[in-house]
């Protein structure tokens, strides 16, 4: 079991109200320790935890082949919540800590639906030959932090499980960097895995990245940098939205009530209801373009939103980025409109505009622009793609 490389079983937790126990309900609580399970051809650890005196759940490797403290993994609990197992998972790791793949999970991703899929996820990243770490966040941006530290601490491959929120988050950290960016498609959406040629099922999705690492087969992708009037820098990787859909998007943030899907679909009807062209002005490669839309959009990628093929002739890896506005179309033109997007038919509609260029200004008053369906932030917005800036693994 202390060879160069062991298979070991991690425990997460999520926080439930009740007693505080351990991880298996084996060991005591001041324990820590490690137990053996599993047979000689498969051989597993599995860890013990204990609440700290920050009342955070720590997990430690005492294997004496190691010397070190393998990994930790933090999950914040409230006092007296019990820590029930979340998920189980196989992480695989050797005696350097460098030249490890990184892996950003959302266990919340797709509404959760294939979380029993992670451990072997990442059994199959395993099989590219290097150590893997689950990165541990609990928020957007300690996800970011934590990738960011992945690379600096030697990561060869950043991994994104989860939807495009979850690549968007890994990819602030990859995106121009030496680093291989791999996406196990697990969302509800994962419009760029699908532009990029990803398999859709997460197992083989992993397979392919292990087998393109071990190989040392990269492909170069385009990346969009966006810069704000405060010279904040962010990327994205498939289609920001600055019309109709960012302002829907913008509401159901804001919006308390109802829970889930209904709250999106509250906050159409109330956009529709107060629905107008509203002004724009644009530097398209320093050309200057007042228009008056109700969608505009400009991407990297084909589709947005979980599918609408908003951008249907975009190209990840052309240098470009594509462009798009639908101007003066009122409520029934905006409804009309919307199933065509399904399938890319909109840009043969004559009040539809696509144009292609390396660098966009997007301005407009009470817009906040969304990209990979995160929030971006208010325009005006400069956007540039850089080419290759994604050395993708699949």
């Known amino acids: 079991m202390c060879g160069t490389m062991s298979a070991t079983f991690l425990v997460r937790y999520e926080p439930r109200s009740g007693a505080t126990g351990t991880v298996d309900g084996n060991g005591s609580a001041s324990d820590c320790g490690i137990q053996r399970v599993g047979s000689s051809s498969h051989p597993v650890v599995r860890f013990t935890v204990c609440p700290n005196q920050d009342r955070r ?21 409230p006092a007296g919540s019990s820590i029930p197992p979340l998920i189980v998972v196989p992480v695989f790791f050797a005696a350097v800590t460098s030249h490890f793949i990184a892996v950003l999970a959302n266990p919340r991703a797709g509404r959760g639906r294939h979380r029993g899929l992670l451990p072997g996820v990442l059994q199959s990243l395993g099989a590219a030959g290097h150590p893997v770490r689950l990165l541990a966040a609990d928020s957007g941006t300690a996800a970011e932090r934590a990738c960011r530290q992945a690379v600096a601490d030697g990561a060869v491959a950043l ?8 690549v968007h988050r890994a990819l602030q950290a990859a995106a121009g960097q030496p680093v291989g960016f791999g996406v196990v498609p697990a969302g509800t959406g ?15 999705a992993a397979a392919g990245i292990a087998a393109a690492l071990a190989a040392g ?4 992708v385009d990346a969009v940098l966006a ?3 405060t010279g904040r820098e962010r990327w994205f990787c498939a289609v920001l939205a600055a019309g109709f859909d960012a302002l829907v998007n913008d509401r159901a943030n804001r919006m308390p009530w109802p829970r889930g899907p209904r709250r999106y679909d509250l906050a159409i009807v109330l956009e529709l209801a107060r629905l107008r062209a509203r002004a724009y002005r644009l530097e398209i490669d320093g050309v200057p373009r007042s228009v008056a839309a109700e969608i505009v959009a400009v991407g990297n990628a084909a ?5 609408m093929r908003i951008l249907p002739d975009a190209d990840p ?11 003066r179309l009122g409520r029934a033109g905006l409804t009309r409109l919307k199933p065509r ?11 539809v505009t696509v144009l292609r260029a390396r660098q966009v200004r997007i301005r407009a008053d009470g817009i906040v622009g969304y990209a990979d369906g995160e929030r971006l932030g208010p325009l005006p917005l400069d956007l540039t793609c850089v080419p290759g800036a994604i050395r993708l693994l699949r």
């Open 159 to 166: 991994v994104a499980v989860g939807g495009d929120g979850t």
């Open 341 to 351: 997007l399904r399938h890319g038919t909109h840009v043969t509609d004559p009040r």
């Open 227 to 229: 810069v704000d009037v």
């Open 57 to 77: 759940l720590q997990a430690v490797e005492k294997c004496p082949a190691f010397h070190r403290r393998v990994t930790d993994m933090w999950i914040a609990i």
């Open 317 to 327: 890896a052309d240098g470009l980025l594509d462009v798009i506005w639908a101007s």
């Open 190 to 204: 994962n419009d760029f895995a699908g532009a990029v040629d990803v398999p859709g099922n997460p197992l083989d």
């Open 303 to 307: 589709s947005y939103g979980g599918g």
């Open 217 to 220: 087969r990269d492909q170069r």
